[in-house]
Protein backbone atom coordinates (compact mmCIF):
# COMPACT_ATOMS: atom_id res chain seq x y z
CA UNK A 1 0.00 0.00 0.00
CA UNK A 2 1.22 3.25 -1.44
CA UNK A 3 -0.04 6.53 -0.39
CA UNK A 4 1.53 9.36 -2.46
CA UNK A 5 1.10 12.78 -0.76
CA UNK A 6 3.90 14.37 -2.97
CA UNK A 7 2.99 17.94 -3.39
CA UNK A 8 -0.22 18.02 -1.78
CA UNK A 9 -1.36 21.23 0.30
CA UNK A 10 -4.41 19.58 1.93
CA UNK A 11 -5.11 16.77 4.12
CA UNK A 12 -5.15 13.15 2.07
CA UNK A 13 -7.77 11.15 3.05
CA UNK A 14 -7.99 7.70 0.31
CA UNK A 15 -8.88 4.01 0.30
CA UNK A 16 -6.32 2.31 -0.44
CA UNK A 17 -5.79 -1.75 -1.29
CA UNK A 18 -3.64 -4.03 0.65
CA UNK A 19 -1.47 -6.34 -0.69
CA UNK A 20 1.11 -8.67 0.86
CA UNK A 21 5.27 -7.40 0.77
CA UNK A 22 8.30 -8.79 1.87
CA UNK A 23 10.65 -6.37 3.54
CA UNK A 24 11.84 -5.63 -0.46
CA UNK A 25 8.66 -4.39 -1.41
CA UNK A 26 8.30 -7.86 -3.21
CA UNK A 27 4.79 -9.79 -3.55
CA UNK A 28 4.25 -12.62 -1.29
CA UNK A 29 2.22 -15.70 -2.81
CA UNK A 30 0.21 -18.07 -0.98
CA UNK A 31 -0.70 -15.13 1.42
CA UNK A 32 -4.63 -14.38 2.70
CA UNK A 33 -5.26 -10.87 3.97
CA UNK A 34 -8.77 -10.63 5.85
CA UNK A 35 -9.07 -7.58 4.89
CA UNK A 36 -9.05 -6.50 1.49
CA UNK A 37 -8.85 -2.19 1.83
CA UNK A 38 -8.03 0.18 4.52
CA UNK A 39 -9.22 3.90 4.33
CA UNK A 40 -5.58 6.13 4.86
CA UNK A 41 -6.01 9.64 6.35
CA UNK A 42 -2.80 11.88 6.20
CA UNK A 43 -3.36 15.34 7.74
CA UNK A 44 -1.25 17.62 5.80
CA UNK A 45 -0.61 21.25 7.34
CA UNK A 46 0.79 23.97 6.12
CA UNK A 47 4.54 25.47 7.28
CA UNK A 48 4.20 28.20 9.79
CA UNK A 49 7.11 31.17 8.64
CA UNK A 50 8.34 34.46 9.90
CA UNK A 51 8.88 37.26 7.85
CA UNK A 52 10.56 40.51 8.29
CA UNK A 53 8.56 43.23 6.45
CA UNK A 54 8.32 46.87 6.39
CA UNK A 55 5.72 49.36 7.59
CA UNK A 56 3.87 51.59 5.38
CA UNK A 57 2.26 54.16 7.05
CA UNK A 58 -1.08 54.91 4.94
CA UNK A 59 -1.76 59.04 4.77
CA UNK A 60 -5.20 60.74 3.61
CA UNK A 61 -5.80 64.56 3.05
CA UNK A 62 -3.51 67.49 1.66
CA UNK A 63 -1.24 69.60 3.93
CA UNK A 64 -2.62 73.23 4.46
CA UNK A 65 -1.91 75.63 0.82
CA UNK A 66 1.51 75.97 0.27
CA UNK A 67 2.92 72.89 2.61
CA UNK A 68 4.05 69.91 1.79
CA UNK A 69 5.28 66.50 3.43
CA UNK A 70 8.66 66.39 3.50
CA UNK A 71 8.88 62.82 5.51
CA UNK A 72 7.47 59.90 7.02
CA UNK A 73 9.13 58.01 9.56
CA UNK A 74 7.67 54.90 11.96
CA UNK A 75 8.70 52.99 15.02
CA UNK A 76 9.13 50.64 14.16
CA UNK A 77 10.25 50.80 11.10
CA UNK A 78 10.24 46.90 10.55
CA UNK A 79 7.78 44.23 12.26
CA UNK A 80 8.46 40.43 11.99
CA UNK A 81 5.16 38.51 11.02
CA UNK A 82 4.00 34.88 10.98
CA UNK A 83 1.75 32.59 8.74
CA UNK A 84 2.05 29.96 6.50
CA UNK A 85 4.46 30.11 3.18
CA UNK A 86 1.74 30.98 0.89
CA UNK A 87 0.28 33.97 2.56
CA UNK A 88 4.04 35.03 3.75
CA UNK A 89 4.94 35.21 -0.13
CA UNK A 90 2.61 37.57 -1.38
CA UNK A 91 2.37 40.04 1.87
CA UNK A 92 5.16 43.26 0.93
CA UNK A 93 4.36 45.47 4.14
CA UNK A 94 1.94 45.71 7.00
CA UNK A 95 -0.07 49.22 6.63
CA UNK A 96 -1.21 51.59 9.85
CA UNK A 97 -4.45 53.11 9.89
CA UNK A 98 -4.91 56.44 7.71
CA UNK A 99 -3.71 59.04 9.09
CA UNK A 100 -5.61 62.09 7.76
CA UNK A 101 -3.02 65.07 7.57
CA UNK A 102 -5.69 67.53 6.11
CA UNK A 103 -5.06 71.18 6.35
CA UNK A 104 -2.21 70.28 8.95
CA UNK A 105 1.31 73.01 8.89
CA UNK A 106 4.66 71.57 10.78
CA UNK A 107 4.77 68.19 12.58
CA UNK A 108 1.81 65.56 12.81
CA UNK A 109 2.13 62.41 15.43
CA UNK A 110 -0.29 59.41 15.80
CA UNK A 111 -0.29 56.57 17.58
CA UNK A 112 -1.85 54.41 14.35
CA UNK A 113 -2.73 50.18 14.91
CA UNK A 114 -0.78 48.10 12.95
CA UNK A 115 -3.41 46.45 10.26
CA UNK A 116 -1.95 42.70 9.42
CA UNK A 117 -3.14 41.32 6.44
CA UNK A 118 -5.72 38.32 6.83
CA UNK A 119 -3.84 34.52 7.77
CA UNK A 120 -1.08 37.03 9.27
CA UNK A 121 0.07 37.99 12.71
CA UNK A 122 2.67 39.61 14.66
CA UNK A 123 5.61 37.57 15.71
CA UNK A 124 6.29 36.86 19.41
CA UNK A 125 6.82 40.24 20.99
CA UNK A 126 6.54 42.15 18.23
CA UNK A 127 4.28 45.59 18.25
CA UNK A 128 0.66 45.60 17.36
CA UNK A 129 1.06 49.27 17.11
CA UNK A 130 3.32 52.05 15.55
CA UNK A 131 3.76 55.75 16.63
CA UNK A 132 4.48 57.83 13.58
CA UNK A 133 6.12 60.96 12.94
CA UNK A 134 4.73 63.00 9.50
CA UNK A 135 6.50 66.59 8.76
CA UNK A 136 5.12 69.54 6.62
CA UNK A 137 7.06 72.28 5.54
CA UNK A 138 6.48 75.51 3.74
CA UNK A 139 6.52 75.06 -0.26
CA UNK A 140 10.21 76.82 -0.87
CA UNK A 141 8.94 79.53 -3.29
CA UNK A 142 11.38 80.78 -5.87
CA UNK A 143 11.49 84.51 -6.80
CA UNK A 144 12.75 86.36 -10.11
CA UNK A 145 14.44 90.22 -9.90
CA UNK A 146 16.56 91.80 -12.14
CA UNK A 147 19.69 93.44 -10.80
CA UNK A 148 22.31 96.14 -12.07
CA UNK A 149 25.90 94.14 -12.27
CA UNK A 150 29.21 97.10 -12.89
CA UNK A 151 31.03 95.58 -15.80
CA UNK A 152 35.26 94.99 -14.67
CA UNK A 153 38.13 94.23 -17.11
CA UNK A 154 40.48 91.57 -16.03
CA UNK A 155 43.87 91.35 -17.06
CA UNK A 156 44.21 94.53 -19.17
CA UNK A 157 47.00 94.68 -20.82
CA UNK A 158 49.70 97.69 -19.42
CA UNK A 159 49.07 100.73 -22.08
CA UNK A 160 46.18 99.75 -23.20
CA UNK A 161 42.73 101.75 -23.17
CA UNK A 162 39.62 100.27 -22.67
CA UNK A 163 35.89 101.22 -22.94
CA UNK A 164 32.54 99.00 -22.59
CA UNK A 165 29.46 99.44 -23.70
CA UNK A 166 27.59 99.19 -21.55
CA UNK A 167 29.22 99.62 -18.62
CA UNK A 168 26.20 98.32 -16.22
CA UNK A 169 24.62 95.14 -16.79
CA UNK A 170 21.00 93.75 -16.10
CA UNK A 171 20.58 90.27 -15.01
CA UNK A 172 17.36 88.21 -14.52
CA UNK A 173 18.62 86.08 -11.80
CA UNK A 174 16.25 83.25 -10.23
CA UNK A 175 15.78 81.90 -6.44
CA UNK A 176 14.89 81.39 -3.40
CA UNK A 177 13.59 84.03 -1.22
CA UNK A 178 15.97 84.30 1.30
CA UNK A 179 18.87 83.98 -1.43
CA UNK A 180 17.90 86.55 -3.39
CA UNK A 181 17.12 89.04 -0.62
CA UNK A 182 21.09 88.47 0.55
CA UNK A 183 21.87 88.76 -2.65
CA UNK A 184 20.28 92.43 -3.25
CA UNK A 185 22.59 93.47 -0.33
CA UNK A 186 25.63 92.82 -2.44
CA UNK A 187 27.59 95.16 -5.58
CA UNK A 188 27.11 92.63 -8.30
CA UNK A 189 30.93 92.71 -10.58
CA UNK A 190 30.12 91.28 -14.43
CA UNK A 191 34.34 90.12 -14.46
CA UNK A 192 35.47 90.22 -18.10
CA UNK A 193 39.08 89.04 -19.09
CA UNK A 194 41.00 90.66 -21.53
CA UNK A 195 44.42 89.05 -20.50
CA UNK A 196 46.42 89.03 -23.48
CA UNK A 197 44.20 90.40 -26.16
CA UNK A 198 45.66 93.58 -28.30
CA UNK A 199 44.13 96.61 -30.00
CA UNK A 200 40.37 95.86 -31.47
CA UNK A 201 36.79 95.16 -30.29
CA UNK A 202 35.74 92.31 -28.61
CA UNK A 203 32.28 90.92 -27.63
CA UNK A 204 31.90 88.99 -24.17
CA UNK A 205 29.74 87.30 -21.86
CA UNK A 206 30.79 88.36 -18.73
CA UNK A 207 31.21 86.00 -15.78
CA UNK A 208 29.08 86.81 -12.40
CA UNK A 209 29.80 85.45 -9.46
CA UNK A 210 26.30 84.03 -7.56
CA UNK A 211 25.98 82.18 -3.99
CA UNK A 212 24.57 78.88 -4.40
CA UNK A 213 20.88 79.01 -5.68
CA UNK A 214 20.69 81.54 -7.60
CA UNK A 215 20.85 81.38 -11.30
CA UNK A 216 20.80 83.57 -14.57
CA UNK A 217 17.79 83.66 -16.57
CA UNK A 218 18.75 82.61 -20.05
CA UNK A 219 19.81 84.73 -22.65
CA UNK A 220 23.41 86.25 -20.42
CA UNK A 221 23.74 90.18 -21.32
CA UNK A 222 26.92 90.48 -23.41
CA UNK A 223 28.84 93.41 -23.44
CA UNK A 224 31.33 95.16 -25.99
CA UNK A 225 34.77 95.93 -25.06
CA UNK A 226 37.18 98.34 -27.57
CA UNK A 227 41.04 98.14 -26.55
CA UNK A 228 43.31 100.75 -28.15
CA UNK A 229 46.80 102.66 -27.90
CA UNK A 230 46.60 105.98 -26.16
CA UNK A 231 47.17 108.82 -29.05
CA UNK A 232 50.35 109.65 -29.59
CA UNK A 233 51.59 113.24 -29.41
CA UNK A 234 52.29 115.08 -32.28
CA UNK A 235 55.51 117.61 -31.99
CA UNK A 236 54.63 121.10 -33.22
CA UNK A 237 57.29 123.35 -34.44
CA UNK A 238 58.49 126.26 -32.32
CA UNK A 239 57.56 129.52 -33.34
CA UNK A 240 60.63 131.66 -34.83
Sequence with gaps: M????????A???????LRPVDAAGQM???VTLSTLAVTVNIPVEPVVGIKLVPVQVQVTGLPAVGYRVIEIRSDP???????NSGVLNDVVAVPTEAIDIGGSRGLVVRDVALLFPDGTLPNRNEPRRAQVAIRIAPVAQVFQVALPAQVELQGLGNGLLATTTPEVLIYNLTGSSTAIADLGLQTLVAAVDVSGLG???YTFTPTLALP??????????????????????VPRPLPT
Design 28 to 30: VDG
Design 2 to 9: IADVDQLS
Design 77 to 83: QLVNITG
Design 212 to 233: EGVTIVAPSPQVTVTLALPPTA
Design 11 to 17: SYSSSLT
Design 199 to 201: PGT
